[in-house]
């Protein structure tokens, strides 16, 4: 069992920064592959960004390439999504999830977090 538990959410004016973190309660971190999705009021959730185990490669949907940085640090269980120039059209709940597939497909994710609120402000 995998427990995820993010933080750092909050209001942001467009153009700002903001840093989520994701702890993980598990005993073997590495086996998964950690991402960040989100979920905007009326839409599906979608894909964000993600990081193999090693955390030697990562991906990034197309609107935060450029913007957004997935990393991981495996000595302390944990998964972090930095946001920069944040657009009010990334306003939305953001979710950290693992998966020992964890590839683009929001089926392939194994475990969920709670999910933490940014809004971005006009």
């Known amino acids: 069992q995998v427990q995820l538990v993010e933080s750092g959410g909050g209001l942001v004016q467009a153009g700002g920064s903001l840093r989520l973190s994701c702890a993980a309660s598990v005993r073997t971190f590495t086996i998964y592959h950690m991402g960040w999705f989100r979920q905007a009021p009326g839409k599906e959730r979608e894909f964000v960004a993600r990081?193999?185990?090693?955390?030697?490669?990562?991906y990034y949907t197309d609107s935060v390439k450029g913007r957004f940085t997935i990393s991981r640090d495996n000595a302390k269980n944990t998964v972090s999504l930095q946001m920069n120039s944040l657009k009010p059209e990334d306003t939305a709940v953001y979710y950290c999830?693992?998966?020992?597939?964890?590839?683009?497909?929001?089926?392939?994710?194994?475990?969920w977090g709670q999910g933490t609120q940014v809004t971005v402000s006009s």
């Open positions: 999830a693992a998966g020992v597939v964890g590839d683009g497909n929001i089926k392939d994710w194994d475990y």
């Open positions: 990081v193999t185990w090693s955390g030697g490669l990562t």
